[in-house]
């Protein structure tokens, strides 16, 4: 099982970003996915899960209306395009992939890629 995130970089405030995933070794399509994301110094958040149909999601208050999750089964790859970016939002993102659709918590995901970094400057 691999999950493979890239994408992240250094950026301005204002810009956007589009974080991608690469899943491998399991049945991506019955998984619901989702990245999180730490801060240094803080705890990791979720920011945005997706459940395995992708019809329902959630968006952390924080990133609603400037985050958006998808995902590409054919592809075995899910994204996050990050628009409107603010130095808040600069962390690890990680994501990640679980079997059970529920309240967007790390402990619903049993898979965890390595995480790319975010930076964003003012």
């Known amino acids: 099982v691999q999950l493979q995130a890239s994408g992240g970089g250094l950026v301005q405030a204002g810009g956007s970003l589009r974080l991608s995933c690469a899943a491998s070794?399991?049945?991506?399509?019955?998984?619901?996915v989702a990245w999180f994301r730490q801060a240094s110094g803080k705890e990791r958040e979720a920011v945005s899960c997706?459940?395995?149909?992708?019809?329902?999601?959630y968006y952390a208050d924080s990133v609603k209306g400037r985050f958006t999750i998808s995902r590409d089964d054919a592809k075995n790859t899910m994204y996050l395009q990050i628009n409107n970016l603010k130095p808040e939002d600069t962390a690890v993102y990680y994501c990640?992939?679980?079997?059970?659709?529920?309240?967007?918590?790390?402990?619903?995901?049993?898979?965890w890629g390595q995480g790319t970094q975010v930076t964003v400057s003012s």
């Open positions: 990640a992939a679980g079997r059970n659709w529920a309240l967007c918590r790390d402990y619903e995901y049993g898979y």
């Open positions: 070794g399991f049945a991506f399509d019955y998984y619901a």
């Open positions: 997706l459940n395995n149909i992708g019809d329902k999601t």
